[in-house]
C-alpha cells in the first residue's frame, strides 16, 4: 500500500514561503531545519509549518505542487488563511 502525500508550506524567517511534498510532514521539516531539506531553506531560518494538505498519491501531490507554486504570494496567504478559519 502506497504511503498518502501531504502538500505543505513553509514560512521562512524572512518572511517568504517554501512549497514541498512527501509523505511525513513533520519528519521532512526537520530535515529543512538541520540543512538536509531544500538548499532554499537553508539559512531562511526559523522554519514553520503553516500549511498542510493531504494529496493522496505521490502523482496527485506533484500535481498539487505544481498548480500551488503558480499561485500569487496573495492567493497562497489566502490558501493559508482560509487554513486556519
Known sequence: MEKSWYL?????????LYTGITTD???RLEAHRSGTGA????GRGPL???YREACGT???A???ELA???LSREQKEALIAQERA
Open 68 to 70: 500551488v507554486k503558480s
Open 8 to 16: 505543505y508550506i513553509l514560512r521562512c524567517g524572512d518572511g517568504t
Open 58 to 60: 505521490h502523482s496527485e
Open 25 to 27: 510532514v513533520d519528519r
Open 62 to 64: 506533484l500535481k498539487r
Open 39 to 42: 538548499k532554499y531553506t537553508r
Open 48 to 50: 514553520t509549518v503553516v
